[in-house]
């Protein structure tokens, strides 16, 4: 219905606030129309006292002109000959009590006309459709006898209280939760795009101002995205033409005499490739937005990875995967992460690294574990951020640049997966990848 109504979220919130109102009228109204007939309440014993007292202070002669005083639309009060004989009381004891106090001990009579015994006349507003009448005898043996109707709106609504309240109830709860996801749902969808980086898949809908935001999320995004891509970019056009001078210093190292001078200078400039090597890598992976429809198992990759390791010498435990498991991610950014991650854990580790996968149905989590000293708990969120390393050197043999994990994290992002870092609570370091299941291989699926 709002498609076609006010486009400003305030106009919306008014016009459902009105819609509230005339259901609210028309509730009411359904209300006071249900039924046909009058509805009849017990007269207040106080305002009974009053009546008779005025008759009891009264000379008979002007008994008439009381009744035509005291009766009205609502109201008929009547002058009769005797006290009636009902027989047997047809009202609970509460009631008798409560008339017996305000009236002295006057004798007194109530009369439920039709038979309808089944009202509570000890209620608040005890009300009825058959006729209630209260009749006060007076001294000179006549009486005076009092009918009292209910008011229309009131009577239909207290005598279906509970009806009433339940459907004012019902209409506010679809009111509210109209509103609230007329509101909050355009919200929540960009709150799970933005979350999800997805804002280039968020339609426009909803109220004009969550468009607008939605638009201003989507340029800054774009802004920071930019800034992002030229920084990277910067950063890879410096470490590609300083390969160019590596290699000329490689030429001219060969004129360099002393055999150990040229040496130390060749392992050097080797150690110096490998790091802007790194560099490109980070920069690539980085702007390269767009994911690739690839798919590897899981099982054969880090088979090769084991039979690389210990062809190397290197302590590598995988534990076994039953089954193939592949997951939406291409052969060389595998390879790649898997390696960033166990030459983290065999550098930091002691030199041994343990390695499980684990699925929820739709992620498989790769576990990459050593027995190091792990890491400080205030380090750990920045131990991901480029060029972050614990020991300050970016000498190669202490680690290198502090590209390695975030390599892994850009090239998990590119496949809509993460990297998540923690301590192990039995010591040591744990690197656990997140990439999604092929389809064939969720749960479901």
């Known amino acids: 219905m709002l498609k076609f109504g006010p486009r400003r979220l305030r106009d919306r919130i008014a016009l459902i606030v009105l819609l509230h109102l005339g259901m609210m009228v028309a509730l009411i109204v359904a209300f006071i129309r249900t039924g046909d007939g009058p509805v009849y309440r017990l007269p207040d014993p106080a305002n009974v006292a009053l009546i008779v007292a005025a008759f009891e202070r009264t000379p008979p002669t002007s008994h008439k002109d009381l009744?035509?005083?005291?009766?009205?639309?609502?109201?008929?009060?009547?002058?009769?000959?005797?006290?009636?004989?009902?027989?047997?009381?047809?009202?609970?004891?509460?009631?008798?009590?409560?008339?017996?106090?305000?009236?002295?001990?006057?004798?007194?009579?109530?009369?439920?006309?039709?038979?309808?015994?089944?009202?509570?006349?000890?209620?608040?507003?005890?009300?009825?459709?058959?006729?209630?009448?209260?009749?006060?005898?007076?001294?000179?043996?006549?009486?005076?006898?009092?009918?009292?109707?209910?008011?229309?709106?009131?009577?239909?609504?207290?005598?279906?209280?509970l009806l009433f309240v339940a459907a004012i109830g019902a209409v506010d709860l679809l009111v509210i939760l109209w509103l609230a996801s007329q509101t909050t749902r355009p919200v929540e969808r960009l709150a799970r795009a933005v979350r999800g980086d997805r804002l280039e898949t968020l339609s426009p809908k909803g109220p004009r101002e969550i468009i607008e935001l939605s638009g201003a999320v989507q340029q800054l995004r774009r802004q920071l995205r930019e800034l992002i891509d030229e920084r990277t970019r910067m950063l890879a056009a410096i470490a590609h033409d300083y390969r160019t001078y590596l290699t000329r210093l490689e030429l001219r190292g060969e004129f360099i005499e002393d055999s150990e001078q040229r040496r130390l200078a060749s392992k050097d400039i080797e150690e110096m490739r490998d790091l802007l090597s790194d560099t490109l890598t980070f920069a690539r992976e980085s702007v390269a937005h767009d994911m690739q429809h690839a798919r590897s198992d899981i099982r054969q990759e880090l088979a090769e990875i084991a039979a690389e390791r210990r062809a190397r010498g290197e302590v590598v435990a995988i534990d076994a995967i039953p089954r193939p498991l592949f997951v939406e991610a291409s052969h060389t950014a595998i390879q790649r992460m898997l390696a960033n991650l166990l030459d983290n854990a065999m550098?930091?580790?002691?030199?041994?690294?343990?390695?499980?996968?684990?699925?929820d149905g739709r992620v498989a989590h790769i576990f990459v574990e050593d027995e190091g000293p792990g890491v400080p708990a205030e380090s750990l969120e920045r131990l991901i951020?480029?060029?972050?390393?614990?020991?300050?050197?970016?000498?190669?043999?202490?680690?290198?640049?502090?590209?390695?994990?975030?390599?892994?994290?850009?090239?998990?992002?590119?496949?809509?997966?993460?990297?998540?870092?923690?301590?192990?609570?039995?010591?040591?370091?744990?690197?656990?990848?997140?990439?999604?299941?092929?389809?064939?291989?969720?749960?479901?699926?």
């Open 385 to 445: 951020e480029p060029f972050e390393r614990l020991e300050p050197s970016r000498a190669r043999k202490t680690g290198g640049v502090g590209l390695g994990l975030s390599i892994v994290q850009a090239l998990a992002h590119r496949y809509q997966g993460e990297l998540r870092i923690e301590n192990r609570r039995e010591g040591g370091f744990r690197a656990i990848l997140c990439l999604h299941l092929a389809r064939e291989h969720r749960a479901g699926g």
């Open 67 to 161: 009744t035509r005083a005291f009766s009205d639309a609502n109201r008929r009060v009547v002058e009769i000959a005797r006290l009636p004989d009902i027989g047997r009381e047809s009202v609970t004891p509460a009631t008798i009590a409560r008339y017996r106090d305000a009236l002295g001990g006057r004798p007194f009579r109530i009369e439920i006309m039709g038979g309808d015994r089944s009202i509570d006349l000890d209620q608040p507003i005890p009300l009825s459709t058959h006729l209630i009448r209260v009749s006060v005898a007076l001294p000179d043996g006549r009486a005076v006898t009092i009918e009292q109707k209910a008011l229309a709106p009131a009577a239909r609504i207290f005598g279906n209280l």
């Open 347 to 359: 550098r930091y580790g002691g030199g041994r690294a343990f390695v499980r996968v684990h699925t």
